[in-house]
């Protein structure tokens, strides 16, 4: 516990202890160190240092890399190299990797944004919506929210920039042929972690997998990377259903995506006709909020499919 100050000496060492994240600090992606690890240990260097007198034993406390490779104990720092403005709110952002190296994520792996705003920091997961072997850089999908801390941080952010990150966390234990089909629902950024997945099975002549993706978003409007998601649909074992919450009528769409766009919400009664539908018996990956999340899981009991036939990100 901190006791205040009853010197100028205290003062000085009260004044270089470290700040206790909040609760909302924490990307909650459930990454090994959390920062509230960080933080504890950060806590208990402080002690050390302040019990000993030594102040050298806190220069551990900044533990960052520049050589840019990815760490999961320590941040590494990243030039962004573009940025591209995909609707309103939500951004593609590209970050240079040295020569022709690559991140080599495994499928869905999620990397950790380290971000100042005001003094405080703040820590968000984010997953590479680029192929885990893509050489000479990654890309991130961000959304950015207008009273959200880190988005406060991101929309600082401008070509060259240098950026830190931490990871890889988490992750999806893909095989390929492994299951029947594999049924996507993803809600707006959810999107990202299924790409990776998706094109590694279009890339592999021999993955015989199908795949249904269903994407909720707001509008047309709102449907992030189409010329990509046109691409994959285009393949014999993939279908890609959009289910749009705000739109009232198919008319103004493009004919190409009348056909497989639905109005609304995805209820339960979409949710149980689009598994119907499934060639084989889906495993079902989910990634959006927690409120979608368990809805759709919900919707997928209901349907009769059974708990271990799921994966939430």
Not at 8 to 31: I, M, N, T, V
Not at 237 to 245: D, G
Request: include cysteine; charged fraction near 20%; proline fraction near 5%.
């Amino acid at each position: 516990v901190l006791q205040a100050p009853g010197s100028a000496e205290d003062a000085a060492w009260l004044a270089l202890a470290p700040r206790e994240p909040a609760p909302g600090q924490c990307c909650g992606g459930g990454c090994r160190p959390c920062i509230h690890d960080s933080y504890a240990a950060a806590l208990a260097r402080w002690q050390r240092a302040r019990a000993t007198g030594n102040m050298e034993l806190l220069a551990a406390d900044e533990v960052q890399s520049n050589n840019s490779e990815l760490n999961p104990d320590s941040f590494t720092a990243f030039s962004l190299s573009s940025v591209e403005q995909l609707t309103e709110d939500t951004y593609q952002y590209r970050f240079e990797l040295p020569g022709n190296s690559s991140l080599q994520l495994s499928l869905g792996q999620h990397i950790v944004l380290r971000g100042v705003v005001n003094g405080l920091e703040v820590q968000r997961a984010y997953t590479p919506i680029s192929p885990g072997n893509a050489e000479g850089y990654f890309d991130v999908l961000i959304k950015c929210y207008e009273a959200g801390l880190m988005s406060q941080y991101i929309k600082t952010w401008t070509k060259g920039d240098m950026v830190f990150w931490r990871g890889p966390f988490g992750g999806f234990p893909y095989q390929p042929n492994k299951y029947g089909e594999l049924l996507m629902v993803a809600s707006g950024t959810g999107l990202a972690p299924m790409l990776p997945i998706l094109q590694s099975i279009t890339e592999n002549e021999e993955d015989e997998t199908f795949v249904t993706l269903v994407g909720c978003f707001r509008s047309f409007g709102n449907i992030y990377l189409k010329p990509l998601l046109q691409e994959l649909a285009r393949y014999w074992n993939v279908r890609i259903f959009y289910v749009l919450s705000q739109e009232s009528s198919l008319e103004k769409l493009p004919w190409s995506y009348q056909e497989n766009t639905y109005t609304g919400r995805l209820n339960e009664d979409l949710m149980r006709m689009i598994i119907n539908s499934c060639r084989r018996k889906p495993f079902v990956l989910i990634c959006g909020s927690s409120a979608f999340s368990e809805d759709m899981s919900r919707y997928l009991k209901s349907a009769g499919l059974e708990e271990n036939s799921c994966f939430i990100f």
